[in-house]
């Protein structure tokens, strides 16, 4: 364990009494016989598909008519008004935004005009604020209220990731830095922070908005692929030991009615999913993940969790520790982004 100054961060409303329980709340919920969840994810043709899985009714693909650029992965995330989608389009390689309301059946999109960097993937927090790395090698932030938003600190050729407790341009984000290789964490109103933590080159960090406020970053240590741990709570990283499929990444995310939980999800050894909690608990459940892929996670009103991931068929899975693994007949062509929808 090595131990990093901590900084201070507000005291947020906490995630989940945002939610209302009067409210469909995707992903695992009120049922033991199907999964609740939605999943976005470009197929062969790199079409933008979204899978919108509502308890015990019939599970329902959406075909926005949207293209996604090459083999990067749309990032997925839901708020009360609806389930949000950023993603570097296949025509520009700008970044677009497309939100859906599935009780409604409908949808709109933009494009907001800012330049992806070539095969590298956006970021979108619960607040709708989108992080990405533009052409000209920078993180930059993007909200439908201001804007674009540029922050001067230059990245590696990886994805951004980002998380926020609910309030519009306070969100977090986690990134590998040029140069150091270094993990950073940004937000705009404290500005950049060098954690001295090196990422593992051609990988990516994943962040988690948690319940007391604080955030945890899931990341490959640099030189160990090994999945590391960093905490804003304590300022502590830990290395847990357990491998990382090389080339690939974990995700994090809070789990749903627990103070400061999380679950992470990644590819671990042979490509088998793998899951690690806040308690200390690993599983691998029996099923492995497509070779060159991760999976994406987030957090559902029961059982804690959902994880989206492609298998090594091709095929999409889920899995949650109520209902184990299963396997969709739909064909993501990268990484799913994975939310869950009011």
């Given at each position: 364990m090595e131990e990093l100054t901590s900084r201070p961060h507000a005291a947020l409303l906490a995630a989940a009494a945002l939610f209302s329980l009067a409210l469909i709340l995707a992903l695992g919920a009120s049922s033991a016989l199907a999964d609740n969840g939605t999943f976005a994810f470009q197929n062969e043709t790199h079409e933008l598909r979204v899978l919108y899985m509502p308890g015990n009714e019939e599970n329902s693909l959406h075909s926005?008519?949207?293209?996604?650029?090459?083999?990067?992965?749309?990032?997925?995330?839901?708020?009360?008004?609806?389930?949000?989608?950023?993603?570097?389009?296949?025509?520009?390689?700008?970044?677009?935004?497309?939100?859906?309301?599935?009780?409604?059946?409908?949808?709109?999109?933009?494009?907001?005009?800012?330049?992806?960097?070539?095969?590298?993937?956006?970021?979108?927090?619960?607040?709708?604020?989108?992080?990405?790395?533009?052409?000209?090698?920078?993180?930059?932030?993007?909200?439908?209220?201001?804007?674009?938003?540029?922050?001067?600190?230059?990245?590696?050729?990886?994805?951004?990731?980002?998380?926020?407790?609910?309030?519009?341009?306070?969100?977090?984000?986690?990134?590998?830095?040029?140069?150091?290789?270094?993990?950073?964490?940004y937000s705009r109103a404290a500005g950049g922070h060098d954690t001295g933590l090196g990422i593992e080159a051609g990988t990516n960090p994943s962040i988690a908005a948690l319940t007391n406020g604080a955030y945890e970053v899931a990341f490959v240590g640099e030189g160990t692929h090994k999945l590391w741990?960093?905490?804003?709570?304590?300022?502590?990283?830990?290395?847990?030991g357990y491998t990382v499929t090389t080339g690939t990444s974990p995700a994090v995310s809070a789990e749903y009615g627990l103070s400061g939980a999380w679950a992470a999800a990644f590819s671990g050894t042979n490509q088998t999913l793998s899951t690690y909690t806040w308690t200390g608990t690993f599983f691998q459940p029996p099923v492995g993940v497509h070779s060159a892929t991760g999976p994406g996670i987030a957090q559902s009103v029961y059982p804690g969790y959902e994880v989206g991931f492609e298998r090594t068929n091709g095929t999409l899975g889920t899995y949650n520790p109520e209902l184990g693994a299963r396997s969709w007949n739909y064909h993501p062509s990268s990484s799913p982004g994975v939310g869950f929808v009011p």
């Open positions: 926005p008519g949207l293209s996604v650029y090459g083999t990067t992965s749309p990032a997925a995330t839901a708020w009360l008004d609806g389930f949000w989608v950023a993603y570097a389009s296949s025509s520009t390689s700008q970044l677009w935004m497309y939100r859906w309301t599935p009780l409604e059946g409908s949808g709109e999109f933009w494009n907001t005009g800012l330049g992806v960097k070539a095969a590298t993937s956006p970021a979108i927090a619960e607040d709708h604020e989108a992080a990405f790395m533009a052409t000209n090698g920078e993180l930059t932030l993007y909200n439908k209220t201001e804007g674009a938003h540029a922050t001067g600190l230059g990245m590696e050729q990886s994805n951004p990731a980002i998380a926020s407790n609910g309030y519009e341009a306070a969100a977090e984000v986690a990134f590998e830095a040029a140069g150091s290789h270094h993990l950073w964490l741990l960093y905490s804003t709570a304590t300022g502590l990283a830990t290395n847990t």
